[in-house]
């Protein structure tokens, strides 16, 4: 159920100290991914009493937040991760952002916290957008914006808390990946995994990323960017990577991905590619698939590629897979056909350059 008034007034307490242009331009020759932050912050609280209110944008600063509240203890925490895009013809425009405030509400529901408005999300989204237009970089770079919300009720009984702070906070962003558009290695987990039947791996909880952090160093040490996860029954069927969904490009010219299925956190991105790829003529399947099928179609050619999707990569070429046992190369390593022409697609879309059919994007006036 959503709680609270979404017209709510929005106070705008500008930032007296932003930073001078000339730093923030000279930051933006070499972005690196979450790094530096914008001058300001949206801010909503939430209580059982006041509901939704105090929504502001203010200079960004620190939360005074007492040592017993909840989200310390119990880790009562969701997050969004989208991007703002300064067009071609110098537009600022979101990506279908209704649709994280809809996996905001879900991911809510799940970590029983109160549902913000959608409404309210995107309002937040845009008032700071808007605030800090100026920190919108073009070209390939991006302003990262990250809603979240955390149980700010000091109280040390687990029960959902009766206090919650909402924030957005905004990042301009290069690369996620220091290789830019090279393609990646990646590390399947054989032994951790990331979320079982039941859990929370459809909600975006920051507990979910703290579980998949050791899996991630692991991956790290044998020279991959990210970790792929498999399912935590059986450990063989391949589900989504620490900060990304995965697709198959096969060599009849399908596309294959496994089903969201409430382990899987259900992108804004792979669902997006979904589309696109229909729309072009490929056969997109979801369906499960084996680490060990992922080794044999690799080697007999019957898998062509691989690549990961999400909001901070867009969309990667996987090159190579490591694991306990070895190694292996999917095509001849490089980023593949379908691949780039996919990303193309999205890529064109987000920035305003090809036509929307489908109003994915979303202009911040
Ligand atoms: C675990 C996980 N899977 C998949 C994704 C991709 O989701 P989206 O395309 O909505 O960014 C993300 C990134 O947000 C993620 O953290």
């Excluded at 300001?40 to 009493?49: L, T």
Aim: hydrophobic fraction near 40%; include cysteine; glycine fraction near 10%.
């Amino acid at each position: 159920m959503e709680t609270g008034i979404p017209l709510l007034p929005f106070a705008i307490d500008a930032n007296l100290n932003p930073m001078p242009d000339s730093e923030r331009l000279k930051a933006f020759e070499n972005l690196g991914f979450g790094t530096l932050f914008t001058d300001h912050m949206a801010v909503i609280r939430w209580s059982v009493d006041a509901g939704w209110h105090d929504a502001k944008i203010t200079a960004r600063a620190p939360f005074a937040i007492d040592p017993a509240s909840a989200v310390l203890h119990y880790a009562q925490e969701i997050f969004e991760g989208m991007k703002a895009y300064r067009t071609t013809d110098d537009k600022i425009v979101l990506f279908r952002p209704d649709q994280n405030a809809k996996r905001f509400a879900q991911s809510a529901e799940r970590m029983a916290m109160p549902v913000l408005p959608q409404a309210l999300f995107l309002r937040a989204v845009e008032e700071l957008v808007r605030v800090d237009r100026n920190w919108v970089p073009s070209g390939d770079s991006s302003l990262y914006l990250r809603p979240f919300m955390f149980a700010s009720e000091a109280f040390l009984g687990v029960r959902p808390a009766r206090e919650y702070i909402f924030s957005v906070i905004a990042s301009p962003v290069g690369p996620y990946f220091k290789g830019g558009s090279k393609p990646i290695a990646v590390w399947t987990a054989e032994h951790y995994s990331r979320a079982a039947s039941g859990g929370t791996g459809a909600a975006k909880c920051g507990g979910n990323y703290a579980g998949s952090l050791v899996a991630q160093a692991e991956a790290q040490r044998h020279g991959c960017d990210q970790v792929v996860f498999l399912d935590a029954a059986e450990h063989r069927y391949v589900e989504e990577l620490g900060g990304m969904n995965i697709f198959y490009v096969m060599a009849d010219g399908s596309l294959v991905t496994p089903p969201l299925g409430g382990t899987i956190l259900p992108g804004i991105t792979r669902a997006s590619i979904m589309t696109l790829a229909a729309e072009s003529g490929l056969k997109v399947e979801e369906r499960r698939y084996t680490f060990a099928e992922w080794q044999d179609d690799s080697k007999s050619g019957k898998l062509k590629e691989a690549f990961a999707c999400g909001t901070a990569a867009v969309v990667a070429g996987i090159g190579t897979v490591r694991y306990e046992g070895g190694e292996f190369q999917i095509g001849d390593g490089s980023v593949g056909p379908v691949t780039e022409s996919l990303r193309e697609k999205l890529v064109g879309l987000q920035r305003g350059v090809t036509a929307d059919p489908h109003g994915w994007v979303h202009p911040v006036p």
